[in-house]
């Protein structure tokens, strides 16, 4: 798979990722947030673990234990992340949820550099920028004083960086990223029903009435693109893979306004191009780059 491939399968995942929020926005009526996640994540398993059991059959080598570990601390992560996202829409917009979240896109390089002196191409900062311009426009251009629901969403963007540094990285290492996507879903959705057994009501009843959406969480949004993301991040940079990614906050605010009703004014179409912007600029930047330096020198 080339890179410039690996980012449209990331930008796919985005877009899974976008209809995602309106799901979970919609199941909170019925079901509590730790509930709606551990039978999302529960689904999204039993979806691939066909593909992850075909993956291991075709494997030069069995999986190190110490990456068995990391699988599991990078689900720890997604837990971490979906709690505080799915907690946080009780109290926030989806459209808010989707900017805020997307603040990842800045934090992703920053923490590469601190952590593993990765410095991105010089194009992923201003990209970066842009994208997260892009999003704060997709909010309306403004962020009211702050709920509860919203400092959650920053800790779940917070969270999502690190998931997306270290998916990226073990995903590359063991050559299992089918594998790594459905030992994450099977450790979030396990400690998700763990926590929701003690603190929400467990009723079959509310299972049934939010079932569409648990499917479409687990089946698309979460299955599917999570696994494209651990596929997509073997062949790109965790800045790249982060911007491509933002790509939600476009699709979750279009989506949010479809199935909704919430408005996508005149700035939010500007923040769209400012994100789309920034995904031309990561991806043709480098090229043009290096063909006029080449230029330079002939």
């Known amino acids: 798979m080339t890179q410039t491939q690996a980012n449209l399968v990331l930008l796919l995942a985005g877009a899974m990722w976008g209809m995602g929020f309106v799901a979970q926005s919609m199941a909170m009526q019925a079901v509590g947030p730790l509930l709606f996640i551990g039978s999302r994540f529960l689904v999204a398993t039993i979806a691939m673990l066909p593909f992850a ?3 291991g059959r075709r494997a030069e080598r069995p999986v190190r234990k110490a990456e068995w570990l990391a699988f ?25 949820s989707g900017f805020l979240t997307g603040l990842y896109v800045v934090m992703v ?5 601190v952590l ?7 194009l992923v900062w201003p990209a970066a920028l842009s994208a997260l311009l892009g999003i704060w426009l997709l909010s309306g251009g403004s962020i009211g004083a702050f709920r509860t629901g919203d400092w959650l969403t920053i800790l779940c963007a917070l969270v999502w960086a690190f998931q997306v540094i270290y998916t990226g990285k073990y995903a590359v290492e063991s050559g299992r990223p089918v594998t790594l996507a459905v030992t994450q879903f099977a450790v979030c959705g396990a400690i998700a029903l763990l926590f929701a057994a003690f603190l929400e009501p467990v009723r079959w009843t509310a299972i049934q009435a939010a079932l569409p959406e648990i499917l479409y969480a687990g089946v698309i949004a979460g299955g599917a693109a999570f696994t494209l993301q651990a596929v997509g991040q073997r062949y790109t940079t965790a800045p790249q893979a982060a ?18 009703g919430e408005r996508l004014p005149l700035e939010a179409l500007a923040g769209c191009a400012l994100i789309f912007a920034a995904i031309l600029l990561v991806e043709l930047g480098p090229v043009l780059l290096s063909r006029r330096r080449f230029a330079a020198r002939s």
Not at 73 to 92: D, H, P, Y
Not at 109 to 113: A, N
Not at 116 to 122: G, K, M
Not at 249 to 260: C, D, E, K, N, S
């Open 53 to 55: 059991m075909r993956e």
């Open 72 to 96: 599991a601390m990078i689900g720890v992560l997604l837990f971490a992340g979906m709690a505080a996202q799915q907690i946080g829409l009780l109290t926030t917009t989806v459209t808010n």
């Open 109 to 113: 390089p920053f923490i590469g550099v």
């Open 116 to 122: 593993f002196r990765q410095w991105p191409h010089p």
């Open 243 to 260: 911007i491509f990614l933002s790509t939600e906050a476009v699709f979750a605010a279009l989506f949010g306004a479809i199935f909704l």
